[in-house]
């Protein structure tokens, strides 16, 4: 089972940015498709967007969609997520994980995850 450890988050004004990593050890990353989750308080928790083994496959949540990226460097076992424009209901803890195979179809399996990562977006 594939260990998941983020980095990168923090507190940042509206409109600014922040690039989410999260890094990989254990079998072989390039085995699964990866995705980004958050949870606000208060809230469930929420998809922010997958990838699949190879990229360039990406999908990505409407309220994301056009400010965050999703990318992977399989080489160096790690998972980013670029977000821009970033507003304050963007604030939640992130949370990077391995799907359940090479590709996203969609849903909730995910296998492993990260122990989390907070983003904080002021007004």
């Known amino acids: 089972q594939v260990q998941l450890v983020e980095s990168g988050g923090g507190l940042v004004q509206a409109g600014g940015s922040l690039r989410l990593s999260c890094a990989a050890s254990g079998p072989a990353f390039s085995r699964y498709a990866m995705g980004w989750f958050r949870h606000a308080p208060g809230k469930e928790r929420e998809f922010v967007a997958a990838?699949?083994?190879?990229?360039?496959?990406?999908y990505y949540a409407n309220s994301v969609e056009g400010r965050f990226t999703i990318s992977r460097d399989n080489a160096k076992n790690t998972l980013f997520l670029q977000m821009n424009k970033l507003k304050p209901e963007d604030t939640a803890v992130y949370y990077c994980?391995?799907?359940?195979?090479?590709?996203?179809?969609?849903?909730?399996?995910?296998?492993?995850w990260g122990q989390g990562t907070q983003v904080t977006v002021s007004s």
């Open positions: 990838v699949n083994w190879s990229g360039p496959d990406t």
């Open positions: 994980a391995a799907y359940s195979g090479k590709y996203y179809t969609g849903g909730l399996d995910f296998k492993s």
